[in-house]
């Protein structure tokens, strides 16, 4: 039997593995702080659902991920304080957010976080360290879509030129 054999849990974590999900954490405690503030920008509510989601989601993150460092004796990063609630009517036009940026905002956010949970279940040699991105993968993606899907119905959606007609090839 070697060091990496037997429960994954007692095996120890490579500086990969410590990264990613240090990282994850960060990025998480983050995201609550920003998605808090948008929450408070929002207008529409199926944007604020998805957002409110998205902080919960956001949280779970924080909590699993500060277990896995704190349990191999690595000290996760700080946790930002609560946002205050705020009436959208005392934001100021010119200093809110609309409802298409935020979209906007968080779908990149979405998409972005897809591309470090497969960076990191690839440097994974932890099976439950892999197994634990997939999850947040998985559940990046549904949020993806159910956004793509808001994005559309709202008319938020500004697509990239589209090809609507293909040029006819010249057989010479």
Same mark, same amino acid.
């Given at each position: ?28 405690? *983050? ?23 998205? &902080? ?5 993150? !924080? ?9 191999? *004796? ?27 940026? &935020? =979209? =906007?905002?968080?779908? =990149?956010? !979405?998409?972005? *976080? ?10 994974? !040699?932890?099976?439950? +360290? ?10 990046? =993606?549904?949020? *993806?879509?159910?956004?793509?899907? !808001? ?6 959606? +500004? ?14």
């Amino acid at each position: 039997m070697g060091i990496l054999s037997g429960n994954p849990k007692d095996e120890p974590m490579h500086y990969g593995e410590i990264s990613s999900v240090w990282m994850a954490s960060t990025v998480a405690k *983050g995201a609550v702080s920003c998605y808090q503030a948008y929450l408070n920008h929002a207008g529409d509510k199926d944007l604020k659902k998805v957002l409110g989601d998205l &902080i919960d989601q956001a949280k779970l993150e !924080i909590k699993e991920c500060d277990t896995l460092l704190t349990d191999n *004796g690595i000290a996760p990063s700080p946790t930002l304080p609560e946002r205050p609630q705020v009436k959208l009517e005392d934001i100021p036009a010119g200093a809110r957010f609309t409802d298409p940026e &935020i =979209a =906007a905002k968080i779908s =990149a956010d !979405i998409s972005v *976080g897809l591309v470090a949970c497969s960076q990191a279940m690839g440097q994974s !040699i932890r099976e439950d +360290i892999g197994a634990l991105f997939a999850k947040y993968h998985l559940t990046k =993606a549904a949020s *993806g879509l159910r956004l793509l899907q !808001i994005n559309k119905e709202k008319g938020w959606l +500004i697509p990239p030129p589209l090809q609507l007609k293909r040029l006819e090839t010249v057989n010479a």
